[in-house]
């Protein structure tokens, strides 16, 4: 599930964020490593497809907040964490997880705070590319 976590430490392609009881990765960069044969320019250009495109599943989000739809909400928030999962989005794809699984249940007492979450975590990642990125020279 998008919970497994990542061991504390350094770990060369992984960056941490600490999450409570957790450090999950917020980009392990080794998930898009082994399915591109180890071809960092290609990493670095799907995980940037990644973000591209879920940008737009946010504002799907904060659509399907403002019409009540937990539904909605829910199917989006599973979007989010596949796509996150695929692309080594840990923090991501777990911050999703938990929304979906709220959601799920209809439950939208706390729906901002989640929107709040799912978007930093998103910013979280987009700066951790950056930084392997730019570390890396690409």
């Known amino acids: 599930t998008a919970a497994d976590a990542s061991e504390a430490g350094d770990v060369e392609n992984d960056?941490?964020?600490?999450?409570?009881?957790?450090?999950?990765?917020?980009?392990?960069?080794?998930?898009v490593l082994q399915s591109t044969g180890g071809d960092l320019g290609l990493v670095v250009e799907v995980a940037q497809l990644?973000?591209?495109?879920?940008?737009?599943?946010?504002?799907?989000?904060?659509?399907?907040?403002w019409a009540d739809d937990a539904r909605e909400l829910a199917a989006?928030?599973?979007?989010?964490?596949?796509g996150a999962l695929n692309i080594g989005a840990t923090r991501l794809a777990d911050i999703a997880d938990r929304a979906e699984s709220t959601w799920?249940?209809?439950?939208?007492?706390?729906?901002d705070v989640r929107i709040g979450r799912l978007t930093r975590a998103f910013d979280d990642?987009?700066?951790?590319?950056?930084?392997?990125?730019?570390?890396?020279?690409?």
């Open 15 to 31: 960056v941490h964020v600490d999450a409570g009881d957790e450090r999950l990765a917020v980009f392990d960069a080794d998930v």
């Open 50 to 65: 990644f973000l591209d495109t879920q940008a737009e599943v946010v504002e799907m989000v904060r659509r399907a907040r």
């Open 76 to 82: 989006v928030a599973h979007r989010i964490k596949g």
């Open 104 to 111: 799920r249940g209809a439950d939208l007492s706390d729906v």
């Open 125 to 138: 990642f987009a700066q951790a590319l950056r930084d392997y990125r730019e570390k890396r020279g690409l």
